[in-house]
C-alpha cells in the first residue's frame, strides 16, 4: 500500500475512532444533566467519558491484536470462536472500567444498596459484548472495502503496465521497418549520386535521433513528427526525384495535437513504398489534417495515387499495428483504417476529440 494510502486510513481510522467514542460519551453527559446541575451530576458525566476513553483504549488495542493475529484476513473464513471469546473478555474488562469509574469519582454508587449487583454487571458485560461487536462488524466491513479499493487500484495499474509494455513492443516492430527502408534507399542511392547519398546519411541520422528520443514517450506533437517528417521526404525526394509529388495541407491550430511517435510516418513510408516505388510516372503523396465538424475529432490522412492491392500484407500489418497502439493510447473511439477512393489509396487516422487537444 502506498504512504498516501496509509496515512489516509489512519486518518480515516482515528477520525471514526474519535466520533464513535466521542458521540457515545455525549450521549451520556446530556442523559446525565436531564435534572439540571449539581455535583453529583457533574461527577457522573466524569465516570461516563472515563468509560467512553476506556472503550476507546481497549477497541484500539482490540484492532491491534486483529491485525496481529490476522483473523480477519483468513480465506477459509473468520473464527468466529476466538472473536466471540476476544470480544466477551472486552465486555468484562469493560465492565471493570465501568466499576472503576464508580469508585473514582462516584464513592462506588454501583455497589451501594444494589441488591441485584451480579444482574446489574453481567447486563453491563453483555452491553458492553454487543456493542465491541457491532464496532468489530464495521471495522471488518471497512477494511473489505479499504481492500477491495486497493485491489482495483493495483489492477488498474497492472492495466496501465501492460498497455505500457504492448505499446513498447509495437514501436519496436515500426523502428527497424523504418531503418532497414531507409538504409536500402541510401543503399540505392549510393550507386547513384554519393554526393546525396551523404545528404541523405545525414538526414537518416537527424531521423534516428528523433526516434530515439520518440521511444521515450507515448505520445508527440504533431507539429514535432512534421518537422522530423521533413528529413525522410527530403531523403526520399533524392532518391524519386520527380516521381514523388507531395502535397501537405494541415488546418491551423493543429500543431499541438497529440499522436503516437512514428505514426504518421510510417503511414507516409507505406504511401511511397506502395505508390511511388511502383509507379514509373509522377505519383502525388497527399498529407492533410483537420478537425471534424460536429465530433470535433481530429482526422489525419496519408494519401497516394495508385489502388488498394489485395497482396499487400505489410501494409495491413503496419496498419494494424497503428490501430492498436491508437486504440491503447485513446481508447476505442480512436482509430485507423485504409481504403481505396477514386484511384488513390487513402490512409485514415482518428483521433478523439478529449484525446486530440493540444497539450
Not at 480477519?72 to 472486552?90: F, K, S, V
Not at 454508587?109 to 461487536?133: M, R, S
Not at 527497424?176 to 549520386?193: E, G, Y
Not at 554526393?195 to 520518440?214: D, E, I, K, V, Y
Request: charged share 20%; with cysteine.
Amino acid at each position: 500500500m502506498q504512504p498516501d494510502t496509509l496515512t489516509g486510513s489512519r486518518r480515516d481510522y482515528w477520525l471514526a475512532q474519535c466520533a464513535g467514542w466521542g458521540a457515545l460519551a455525549a450521549l451520556g453527559v446530556y442523559s446525565s444533566w436531564g435534572k439540571g446541575f449539581t455535583v453529583y451530576v457533574l461527577w457522573f458525566s466524569v465516570a461516563k467519558i472515563f468509560c467512553a476513553l476506556t472503550g476507546l483504549a481497549l477497541s484500539h488495542g482490540w484492532r491491534a491484536w486483529l491485525r496481529r493475529s490476522r483473523w480477519l484476513e483468513r480465506p477459509r473464513g473468520l473464527p468466529l470462536a476466538r472473536i466471540a471469546a476476544g470480544l466477551a473478555a472486552l465486555g468484562v474488562v469493560q465492565t471493570a472500567s465501568v466499576v472503576l469509574a464508580e469508585l473514582l469519582f462516584r464513592n462506588g454508587a454501583i455497589l451501594k444498596d444494589n441488591d441485584e449487583l451480579a444482574a446489574t454487571l453481567a447486563i453491563l458485560a453483555v452491553l458492553w459484548f454487543a456493542l465491541f461487536a457491532l464496532w468489530t462488524l464495521l471495522y471488518t466491513l471497512a477494511l473489505s472495502r479499504r481492500r477491495a479499493t486497493q485491489l482495483e487500484i493495483e489492477k488498474l495499474q497492472l492495466e496501465i503496465h501492460v498497455k505500457d509494455a504492448e505499446l513498447r513492443a509495437l514501436q519496436a516492430q515500426v523502428n527497424p521497418h523504418f531503418f532497414f527502408n531507409s538504409m536500402n534507399s541510401i543503399r540505392a542511392l549510393m550507386f547513384q549520386d554519393v554526393p546525396a547519398a551523404a545528404r541523405a546519411m545525414g538526414q537518416l541520422s537527424g531521423m534516428m535521433r528523433h526516434n530515439l528520443q520518440a521511444g521515450m514517450a507515448d505520445t508527440m506533437r504533431l507539429d514535432e513528427e512534421l518537422a522530423a517528417l521533413q528529413a525522410y521526404l527530403g531523403m526520399e525526394k533524392l532518391r524519386f526525384e520527380e516521381r514523388l509529388q507531395l502535397v501537405q495541407e494541415i488546418a491551423p491550430g493543429l500543431e499541438g495535437v497529440m499522436l503516437p511517435p512514428m505514426l504518421l510516418q510510417t503511414l507516409v513510408e507505406n504511401a511511397i513504398k506502395h505508390g511511388v516505388e511502383r509507379s514509373v510516372a509522377p505519383c502525388q503523396v497527399r498529407i492533410a489534417a483537420q478537425r471534424e465538424a460536429g465530433s470535433g475529432a481530429v482526422l489525419l490522412r496519408v494519401a497516394n495515387q495508385g489502388r488498394l492491392a489485395a497482396d499487400s500484407t505489410s501494409t495491413r500489418l503496419g496498419l494494424a499495428n497503428a490501430a492498436k497502439r491508437l486504440v491503447l493510447l485513446f481508447g476505442p473511439g480512436a482509430g485507423c483504417r485504409l481504403a481505396e477512393e477514386d484511384g488513390w489509396v487513402v490512409a485514415t487516422v482518428t483521433l478523439p476529440k478529449e484525446s486530440a487537444c493540444a497539450h
